[in-house]
């Protein structure tokens, strides 16, 4: 059996930084740097889905461009 993850760079970034931070430190983290570590992986996932968004967007646009070029040139 195998196991395929996928990721996002957001999310390969996170998961990256927080297995060193956990792998260097021995015992459960306290409270505060927890909730600031929660916070961050917050940070990570919206930057994600808003370069997502912003990619669609971006295609989208190009989309219209080309149709509205093509268009152009078969009036030409």
């Given amino acids: ?3 395929i993850q996928i990721r996002t760079l957001a999310m390969n970034f996170w998961a990256t930084i927080e297995h060193t931070l956990r792998y ?3 015992g459960a983290y306290p409270d505060e740097i927890q909730h600031r570590l929660e916070r961050a992986a917050e940070a990570a996932y919206l930057l994600d889905e ?3 968004e912003i990619k669609d967007e971006i295609q989208e646009a190009q989309k ?3 149709q509205k070029r093509s268009k152009k040139h078969e009036n030409d």
């Fill in 50 to 52: 808003e370069m997502s």
């Fill in 1 to 3: 059996m195998a196991e």
């Fill in 64 to 66: 219209y461009y080309t």
């Fill in 24 to 26: 260097k430190y021995d």
